[in-house]
T-cell receptor
Framework: DAKTTQPNSMESNEEEPVHLPCNHSTISGTDYIHWYRQLPSQGPEYVIHGLTSNVNNRMASLAIAEDRKSSTLILHRATLRDAAVYYCILIYSGSARQLTFGSGTQLTVLP | DSGVTQTPKHLITATGQRVTLRCSPRSGDLSVYWYQQSLDQGLQFLIQYYNGEERAKGNILERFSAQQFPDLHSELNLSSLELGDSALYFC?????????????FGEGSRLTVL
């Protein structure tokens, strides 16, 4: 699977937007971009995924660069409950689709 | 609640022992995945089963084995346990036939080897 690079940590203030970046310069045309998060003492939780176009769901938005070499997860209004480790993961569409987790970004939300 | 159930939630045992972790996937999900999370290694994929058959293998030690039963529940067997096997073990499930991009994770089984 292609590699992703994320900042180790980020901070945000409560109720402000958060932009979590991910670089994936070796992404291939058939790789999907997935985001998961892991809250303290819980299993990972799906956030969003996309291929080429920007995506929105109830949790977040995913902005994908035109060349697909980077993407940004956007939390529109951070809450204390959004404090978690966020993982950006590439999945080849033809694979068994197991997730390969990197070290992720630890998001701290300040009240 | 993801719908994935793992038992036991906590387990303490001694080196050299054998334990079995159990996972019940979400209703209708055919794929089961096992992951190990330790402080120094992060989340590591161990193995995947699809409808009873092994589908993919990751960094699973030879001392570890898994299987998926006809009712689709899965068990991860860890034997000759070492201190370094202390970790959180997560099970996840997905509906592989229609890929929604989502794996559903259980709350994990915390194994402590003393």
């Amino acid at each position: 699977d292609a590699k992703t690079t994320q900042p180790n940590s980020m901070e945000s203030n409560e109720e402000e937007p958060v932009h979590l970046p991910c670089n994936h310069s070796t992404i291939s045309g058939t790789d999907y971009i997935h985001w998961y998060r892991q809250l303290p003492s819980q299993g990972p939780e799906y956030v969003i995924h996309g291929l080429t176009s920007n995506v929105n769901n109830r949790m977040a938005s995913l902005a994908i660069a035109e060349d697909r070499k980077s993407s940004t997860l956007i939390l529109h209004r951070a809450t204390l409950r959004d404090a978690a480790v966020y993982y950006c993961i590439l999945i080849y569409s033809g694979s068994a689709r197991q997730l390969t987790f990197g070290s992720g970004t630890q998001l701290t939300v300040l009240p | 609640d993801s719908g994935v159930t793992q038992t036991p939630k906590h387990l303490i045992t001694a080196t050299g022992q054998r334990v079995t972790l159990r996972c019940s996937p979400r209703s209708g999900d055919l794929s089961v995945y096992w992951y190990q999370q330790s402080l120094d290694q992060g989340l590591q994929f161990l193995i995947q089963y699809y409808n009873g058959e092994e589908r993919a293998k990751g960094n699973i030690l030879e001392r570890f084995s898994a299987q998926q039963f006809p009712d689709l529940h899965s068990e991860l067997n860890l034997s000759s346990l070492e201190l370094g096997d202390s970790a959180l073990y997560f099970c996840a499930s997905s509906e592989q036939r229609v890929w929604t991009g989502e794996l559903f994770f259980g709350e994990g089984s915390r194994l402590t080897v003393l």
